[in-house]
C-alpha cells in the first residue's frame, strides 16, 4: 500500500528524486564543458532528464506537495538552462536563442510566482510540456558526438524550435494571465 504525503510535506520519494536532479546539475554541466560530445554524456543527460518523469509519477501516485510544486520547476530549469549554457560554454549552441530561452524562463517563473502569492493558480500548459520536451532533444542532440561532428544544424534547428515554443508558451501564459485577473476573469 503506496504512502500517501500532505501538501505541506518536505520528505518525499518524489521531492527526493527532485532534490537528486538539483544536486547532479552542477556536475552534468562540468561533463557537458569538459567531455562533450560523448555519448557518456549524453546518456547522463538521458538519465536526468527521464527523471523529471519519474518525479512526476510519484508524486501523482503519493501526492502532491507544496514544497515539490517548487522544487520539481527549479530542478527542471537547473538542468536544462545550466545544460544550454554549458553547452553555449562549449561551443555547441549559440548564445541568443538559449539567452531568449533564459529570459522567458526567468520572466514566466516570476510571474507565475506573482499570482501564486496572490492565490491564483498558473499551471503548465500542454504546449508547455511539449516545449521542455523539445528543449531537452535540442540538447541531448547538441550532446551526440555524431551531430557534433557533422550534423550541427540538426541540433541547431531544434534548438531554435524549443526557442519559438518558448516564446509562444511564454506570451500564451501572459495572455491567459491577463484574462484571468480581468475583473469576472476565470482561473488560468
Given at each position: 500500500?503506496?504512502?500517501?504525503?500532505?501538501?505541506?510535506?518536505?520528505?518525499?520519494?518524489?521531492?527526493?528524486?527532485?532534490?537528486?536532479?538539483?544536486?547532479?546539475?552542477?556536475?552534468?554541466?562540468?561533463?557537458?564543458?569538459?567531455?562533450?560530445?560523448?555519448?557518456?554524456?549524453?546518456?547522463?543527460?538521458?538519465?536526468?532528464?527521464?527523471?523529471?518523469?519519474?518525479?512526476?509519477y510519484l508524486a501523482r501516485r503519493h501526492g502532491t506537495t507544496r514544497s515539490g510544486a517548487f522544487l520539481d520547476?527549479?530542478?527542471?530549469?537547473?538542468?536544462?538552462?545550466?545544460?544550454?549554457?554549458?553547452?553555449?560554454?562549449?561551443?555547441?549552441?549559440?548564445?541568443?536563442?538559449v539567452g531568449l530561452i533564459t529570459v522567458r524562463e526567468a520572466a514566466i517563473s516570476a510571474f507565475r510566482s506573482?499570482?501564486?502569492?496572490?492565490?491564483?493558480?498558473?499551471?503548465?500548459?500542454?504546449?508547455?510540456?511539449?516545449?521542455t520536451v523539445v528543449q531537452s532533444v535540442a540538447v541531448g542532440l547538441a550532446l551526440l558526438p555524431v551531430v557534433?561532428?557533422?550534423?550541427?544544424?540538426?541540433?541547431?534547428?531544434?534548438?531554435?524550435?524549443?526557442?519559438?515554443?518558448?516564446?509562444?508558451?511564454?506570451?500564451?501564459?501572459?495572455?491567459?494571465?491577463?484574462?484571468?485577473?480581468?475583473?469576472?476573469?476565470?482561473?488560468?
Open positions: 500500500m503506496a504512502t500517501s504525503f500532505g501538501p505541506s510535506a518536505l520528505a518525499t520519494p518524489a521531492n527526493a528524486v527532485t532534490i537528486g536532479r538539483l544536486v547532479l546539475a552542477p556536475a552534468l554541466w562540468l561533463l557537458i564543458v569538459v567531455a562533450a560530445p560523448s555519448y557518456a554524456v549524453v546518456l547522463v543527460w538521458i538519465v536526468l532528464a527521464a527523471t523529471d518523469g519519474l518525479d512526476g520547476p527549479l530542478a527542471d530549469k537547473a538542468l536544462v538552462l545550466g545544460a544550454m549554457w554549458a553547452l553555449v560554454a562549449a561551443g555547441g549552441f549559440w548564445w541568443l536563442p506573482f499570482w501564486g502569492r496572490r492565490g491564483l493558480a498558473v499551471p503548465a500548459t500542454w504546449w508547455a510540456k511539449v516545449k557534433a561532428d557533422g550534423e550541427r544544424w540538426l541540433a541547431s534547428a531544434a534548438l531554435w524550435t524549443a526557442t519559438a515554443l518558448t516564446l509562444a508558451t511564454g506570451v500564451q501564459y501572459l495572455v491567459s494571465g491577463s484574462r484571468a485577473t480581468a475583473p469576472g476573469g476565470a482561473r488560468v
